[in-house]
């Protein structure tokens, strides 16, 4: 969806570095989530956030921590990025005021940790 | 807890056959269903949803799934598969009750049209 861009597409790190990705969005949506997809295992929920000042763990919260910025802004950091983090990162969108929570998602950005 | 399997990691059809792409799923409460497919190096596009009503939902590029709550199942198809169907597929489902907001995904069905 061309309305929830993330940077960067691609990063290739080494392990021990600090790496941030951002998501912005443009649908007015209040509601954020952060994802990692590896192969076979679908997609788990790392973070999530219901408005600026409400962040909540996901399934998988370890070894990452998140900022939201503003309303249209929601960044994933991971402090010391470690192998088994390459992964593929999506951030979606939805929004509280449309019953039904109908996500919308980024187009990922690929993440290679050496 | 809610969850959802997509029993086929696999699918191959040949061009113009019908193809169908199963999913069942186990939440607590009614289920909200929905259906994404990714392409290569993009990120998941919705494609149809299941709230409530018409256990037939129609969706996005010539796609349907049938809702059947006593199978627990969602499954996707489609009367007559394109090459450009390729792709890779995922239910999700969420419980419809109040407070409920996080999608549980499955694993992923990897859709492959063969010319």
């Known amino acids: 969806d061309a309305d929830v861009t993330q940077t960067p597409r691609n990063r290739i790190t080494k392990t021990g570095k600090r790496i941030m990705l951002e998501c912005s969005q443009t649908k007015g949506h209040d509601r954020m989530y952060w994802y990692r997809q590896d192969p076979g295992l679908g997609l788990q929920l790392i973070y999530y956030s219901f408005d600026v000042k409400d962040i909540n763990k996901g399934e998988i919260s370890d070894g990452y921590s998140v900022s939201r910025q503003a309303q249209a802004k929601f960044s994933l950091s991971l402090e010391s990025a470690i192998p088994n983090q390459t992964a593929l990162y999506f951030c979606a969108t939805s929004d509280s005021s449309g019953s039904y929570n109908e996500q919308f998602f980024g187009p990922g950005t690929r993440l290679t940790v050496l | 807890a809610q969850s959802v399997a997509q029993p086929e990691d696999q699918v191959n059809v040949a061009e113009g056959n019908p193809l169908t792409v199963k999913c069942t799923y186990s939440?607590?409460?009614?289920?909200?269903l929905f259906w994404y497919v990714q392409y290569p190096n993009r990120g998941l596009q919705f494609l149809l949803k299941?709230?409530?009503?018409?256990?037939l939902v129609k969706g996005s590029y010539g796609f349907e799934a049938e809702f059947n709550k006593s199978q627990t199942s969602f499954h996707l198809k489609k009367p007559s598969a394109l090459v450009s169907d390729s792709a890779l597929y995922f239910c999700a489902v969420r419980d419809s009750g109040a407070g409920s907001y996080q999608l549980t995904f499955g694993k992923g069905t990897k859709l492959s049209v063969i010319p």
């Open positions: 299941y709230i409530t009503g018409d256990n």
């Open positions: 939440v607590s409460g009614n289920p909200y």
